[in-house]
Structures are given as structure tokens and as C-alpha cells.
């Protein structure tokens, strides 16, 4: 007999609900949330299982690969799809989640989540660790600026760094006051020791993306760099999920949103869907493309002239989206970037 296996996945213990193919509900139990413990589970109460079902959360990758590898045939879903679903349910506990999450499964109304691999999480583990340092950096700095604004003193533009610019004003115009220039050398030697940290990270990701032919293609491009590489390639993680390159950009949240019902039909901001740090990164590597950039390209002037059209902001975002889409299409091509007809090849 066909059976489905929905799982309501939390820290410490997982609901489990068995259905069979008609809806009928074979087996539920609260288990903890180890795989030998849920594969033993459906294992035992549903030998023939068709699908086993589980949301996107923080120990989907892990159980989903888990078990996976313990012969289930696993799915994750879309948190938002499920959402949807099981929000009919005038209760929400953990069993009759697991209860949806069975009666999705079975009746196929989800949209499976690709579950990315190991290099890849560990590539974006590696840019989450320095975006928080380079956040962390910004704190101390913004702190700095703070103290030292309340006693009259203005760091402004740093010239020769923040460490020196803030050291030579804390010692010139602080010396009164040696309480508050002994607080903003605790927070430079704090900021000495984060920047320090982040060059060791800086140079761990440039030789990761070195290591990778995909990455070191990726830096061809105008603007791209060891951060902007190794982000895209860790968020599309499989080329081939992408029947069209131009699926990218919506994929990373770069389209605008669309309602059209009825006799209304308008058209709205970017979605911004998706991997927001990976957002980020592409805008920063089209605002690099648009200004800093001598070499031309196809690429650039496209940009260039929606810039004089409709703002450097707007132009930012779409050079954004069709470099995202570029780069998905050299990897799927395994070439690298076209000066002369960048543009042509993201239409």
C-alpha cells in the first residue's frame, strides 16, 4: 500500500504522521529529532512509502540529507507553500502540522526546495562569518563617531584610515577627558582585532573561489570579484535548476512584482525574493560595473542608458538582475565573459 510521511521538524522532537493513499491517517508519533529514530519509525509503519515531506527550516538540510542517505525519498518544501496550506486548520500544534505536511505530500500541492550541498553551505558560511565582521566593524566605527560627536569632535572623511583619524582627534581634542579617550581606545583595539579577522577571511574566500573553475570564469566579468563568485555560484549551487538563465534574476529577488486581476494590471518594485545577502552582492558588483569600470562593454552601456533614462538607482538594480542572468548562462555555457556582447546574451 502507497503511504505518505509528512515530518513537523523542531529541535528537540519531531511529529511524524502516516497517511495512505486515500487520506486515511495509518500512524502518527512524536519522536526526537534524530534520523535512526525517524527512519526506524516510517521504516517499520511504512515499508512502501512514496514520499516523505518536511518543511525548509534550520534542520531540513541536515535530517534531509540524513535521511536521504538512509533510503527515504525525501522532499523539502517550501515553507511559504506550506504555510499556506496548513493555515486552514483552525488549531496549529505540531501533530496536526505533521497531519498537512502528509496531506500535501500526498496530493502533490508544493513546490520542492533544492536542497543545496555541502561545499555550498560551507561557501556560504564563510561570506555569512565575514558580512557579520564587516557589520561588527561598522558598529564600532558608528560607536566612535557617536562618543566623539557628543564632545564637539567630527572624525569626517579618514584619511589615512578610521584607526589613525580617530586616534590622532581622541588624543588631540580628548585630553581633558581621558576616561572617554581610554573608552574609544578599547573600541579601536576591538575594531584592530575584527579587521584583522577579516583579511584572514577576505583571503580564505579569494582562494576558495580560486579553487573553483566556475568561480574564476565568474571573475571575468566586469565588477565581480571573490565575494560576488563564490555567492552566486553557492546560491544557484546546480546550474541545471534553471530551465532558462532569465529564471535567475526572479529567483534572486531581482523582478518587479506584477498584479494584474481584473481591469487592474500594475507593475511594482523588485520582489526582492530570495538570498538578500546574494541581492547585495550583485548590486554591489553592478554599481562597480557602472562607475568605477573604464573598460567598456555592451553591458555597461545598456546600463548607462537606463542611468540617464530613469536614475543610477534603477539602473543599479537591473544591471544587477542581467548580470546575474550572464553569469548562470557562462556557467552553463563554460565560457567566460564577452565584452562585445554582454548585453545581447542576458536578453
Same mark, same amino acid.
Given at each position: 500500500m502507497k503511504t505518505y510521511v509528512g515530518l513537523?521538524?523542531?529541535?528537540?522532537?519531531t511529529s511524524i504522521c502516516i %497517511?495512505?493513499?486515500?487520506?486515511?491517517?495509518?500512524?502518527?508519533?512524536?519522536?526526537?529529532?534524530?534520523?535512526?529514530?525517524?527512519?526506524a519509525f516510517i521504516s517499520?509503519?511504512?515499508?512502501?512509502?512514496?514520499? %516523505?515531506?518536511?518543511?525548509?527550516?534550520?534542520?531540513?538540510?541536515w535530517l534531509h540529507g540524513e535521511l536521504r542517505a538512509r533510503g527515504l525519498p525525501m522532499i523539502c518544501i517550501?515553507?511559504?507553500?506550506?504555510?499556506?496550506?496548513?493555515?486552514?486548520?483552525?488549531?496549529?500544534?505540531?501533530?496536526?502540522?505533521?497531519?498537512?505536511?502528509?496531506?500535501? %505530500?500526498?496530493?502533490?500541492w508544493y513546490r520542492e526546495a533544492h536542497v543545496k550541498s555541502g561545499?555550498?553551505?560551507?561557501?556560504?558560511?564563510?561570506?555569512?562569518?565575514?558580512?557579520?565582521?564587516?557589520?561588527?566593524?561598522?558598529d564600532i566605527d558608528n560607536q566612535i563617531r557617536g562618543l566623539l560627536k557628543t564632545f564637539g569632535v567630527? %572624525?569626517?572623511?579618514?584619511?589615512?584610515?578610521?584607526?589613525?583619524?580617530?586616534?590622532?582627534?581622541?588624543?588631540?581634542?580628548l585630553a581633558e577627558s581621558p576616561e572617554l579617550g581610554h573608552l574609544v581606545e578599547t573600541l579601536l583595539a576591538a575594531r584592530e582585532e575584527v579587521a584583522k579577522r577579516i583579511t584572514v577571511l577576505d583571503r580564505e574566500v579569494m582562494r576558495t573561489a580560486r579553487a573553483s573553475e566556475v568561480c574564476k570564469r565568474f571573475m571575468t566579468a566586469p565588477g565581480v570579484g571573490g565575494v560576488v563568485a563564490l555567492s552566486v555560484w553557492s546560491a544557484i549551487d546546480d546550474p541545471l535548476r534553471f530551465a532558462k538563465s532569465s529564471s535567475v534574476g526572479a529567483y534572486f529577488g531581482l523582478t518587479p512584482r506584477r498584479y494584474a486581476s481584473g481591469e487592474i494590471d500594475r507593475t511594482g518594485r523588485v520582489s526582492k525574493c530570495g538570498d538578500k545577502d546574494v541581492r547585495k552582492h550583485l548590486y554591489e558588483a553592478a554599481s562597480v560595473l557602472l562607475t568605477r569600470i573604464r573598460r567598456p562593454s555592451a553591458l555597461q552601456a545598456w546600463g548607462l542608458a537606463i542611468a540617464k533614462r530613469s536614475g543610477f538607482k534603477k539602473a543599479k538594480v537591473a544591471v544587477a538582475r542581467k548580470l546575474a542572468v550572464i553569469l548562470h548562462r557562462m556557467w552553463r555555457d563554460a565560457t567566460e565573459f564577452r565584452w562585445e556582447n554582454a548585453a545581447a546574451r542576458a536578453a
Open positions: 513537523d521538524v523542531s529541535l528537540d522532537e %497517511v495512505a493513499e486515500d487520506g486515511k491517517v495509518l500512524a502518527e508519533r512524536k519522536l526526537p529529532s534524530t534520523p535512526e529514530a525517524i527512519a517499520a509503519k511504512a515499508p512502501e512509502v512514496v514520499r %516523505v515531506g518536511l518543511e525548509t527550516g534550520s534542520l531540513s538540510v517550501d515553507a511559504r507553500h506550506a504555510k499556506a496550506a496548513l493555515s486552514m486548520r483552525i488549531n496549529k500544534t505540531d501533530r496536526n502540522d505533521a497531519a498537512g505536511l502528509a496531506q500535501i %505530500v500526498r496530493t502533490g561545499p555550498s553551505h560551507l561557501a556560504r558560511a564563510l561570506l555569512a562569518s565575514r558580512a557579520l565582521l564587516v557589520g561588527m566593524r561598522g567630527i %572624525v569626517g572623511r579618514p584619511e589615512g584610515g578610521f584607526r589613525q583619524r580617530a586616534t590622532k582627534l581622541s588624543t588631540q581634542d
